[in-house]
């Protein structure tokens, strides 16, 4: 049986993503600063063992663990060399997570931020950041993703670069995924570098995206990221996705966390869906717990709307 592609499902239903990855390796035992993608090929029962989870809770779609998988992001920690295998495994360990649940999923690509400013602002030429996005991106797609999301961006200029490695590794569901912070007086949000959904998505579509996303950002929470999404839809006719943090982090022992519990969370699931979300998922902070909820409301939402 073929299974349809990630595009076409998303016609028929919304799919439910899957929650925060980095926070889970560290509670898995990763140390903060150091290198979680090399766990794809260290420690794979590790990260096999947090995607079952989320496949278990009900993901339809997870997120591979590539998202500072890029040669420039795996420099830093020694792990260049590996760029390639790094990737390849990222996909293997989802396609097994998802084997182990007894479910069909799908398999989105991760690629991050690379971590640096580009010239003349920064030390990175635009083609060092072109060639890592580029191997990244055929690695990923050579291991068989469905998808690739080039997400927590802040730049149309990386974004855009990111985007165009994708369909050049002909990916063949591009996810281009902002994040936004909510500005000081609390009445709007826009990037980092001042770019706001409108903006985001014009450029996104142009270029060749398939689906527009937000993800984390700073006071982006479930009413927030539904104003995005609505946004996003007027001047779109692409898919929407969407995965806001848990909550705000705060110190707790030294220890960053996100305190946003899945029963708080998961009320802004179906105004998110009335807005008309086509992917939902989560950032930093949710676990598991979150996603079985969302699960939940998502399946008795749309059984109320068949
Ligand atoms: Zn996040």
Redesign the pocket.
Known sequence: MSKKSLLEAIQDRPLLGDG?M?TQLMLAGLEQGNCGEEWNLAHPEKVLGIQKRYADAGSDCILTNTFGGSRIMLNRHGNADNTAAVNRAGVEIVRRAFAAAGRDGYVIGDIGPFGGLMEPYGDFSEQQVRDAFAEQAKALVDAGADAIIIE?QTSLEELGIGIDAAREAGCPCIIGSM?YDVTVDGSTFRTMMGIDPERAAEFMEERGAHVVAL???TRMDMDRACEAVRRYKAVTGLPVMA?P?AGQPKLVDMKVCYDETPEEMVKGVVPLLDAGVNILGA???STPDHIRAFRKAMDQHLAAHV
Do not use: S, Y
């Open positions: 925060a980095g927590t994040a993800n984390c950002g995965q943090n950032c930093c902070g």
